[in-house]
């Protein structure tokens, strides 16, 4: 049986104005997002609002086709919304250029999926220093890696093909991929989906130290009513709304 690992204290993350005299982490404002296939039109979204404040942990639940995946993928800017406003950090999406979006991408967004998030011929150090290289952020790749992977407990891991880890391991790596570029905002679709109720409550665990530690909003999208629980706030999604 796989314990939980211990919090290591090799990071302190600088002091930060209280949460809130911060703008919020990110801002969905009456979002609408249509999609057409020949004659067919699906509306996703209708006119969904939602609010994360700096450091807040919010889970999303929701029926299948409720529209959950659909707004996470608008809340990383990885596709556009139909009608409406995204803010991150207070700044409108729309109003950014293709730079600017791609460095909210790379360094203050990070998105977590609920499996094939490593890259399989690499190791644990290998994923997590090759996240941190792709961002494009001022760190030092290999040392960013293995302080994240010993702050959640994963160092003896770090020599590991993903094929040498569990399922729970192998997202546990994942965030600490996501934590490693110190974002902001932490964006992840059912990182338990997939995971028994032991790893589950690992997993979750780690997604608190990721707040806790580094000091990030994190919103996740989850059918699990345990995940949910342990939220600071749960949000519910039902026909591309809040309900």
Known sequence: MEAAP???????????????????ALELLDVFKIFNAGSTETVALRGLSLEVKPREMVAVVGPSGSGKSTMLSIAAAMDVPSAGEVRVDGRSLARLDEDELAHIRGSEVAVVFQADNLWPTLSARENVAACVR??????????????????????????NTPD????????????????????????????????????????????????????????????????????????????????
């Open 6 to 24: 211990r919090l290591s204290s090799l990071y302190v993350e600088p002091e930060r104005p209280p949460a809130d005299a911060e703008p919020p």
């Open 134 to 159: 792709l961002a494009g952020i001022d760190r030092n790749p290999s040392e960013a890696a293995d302080e994240t992977l010993a702050i959640f407990g994963l160092e003896k891991r770090a020599g």
């Open 164 to 243: 040498r880890l569990s399922g729970g391991e192998q997202q546990r790596v994942a965030i600490a991929a996501a934590a490693a570029r110190r974002p902001h905002l932490v964006l992840a679709d059912e990182p338990t989906g997939e995971l028994d109720a032991q790893n589950e409550a690992i997993v979750l665990d780690t997604l608190r130290r990721l707040r806790d530690t580094y000091q990030s909003s994190v919103l996740l999208i989850t059918h699990s009513q345990r995940v949910a629980s342990e939220c600071d706030r749960v949000v519910e999604i039902a026909d591309g709304r809040v309900v």
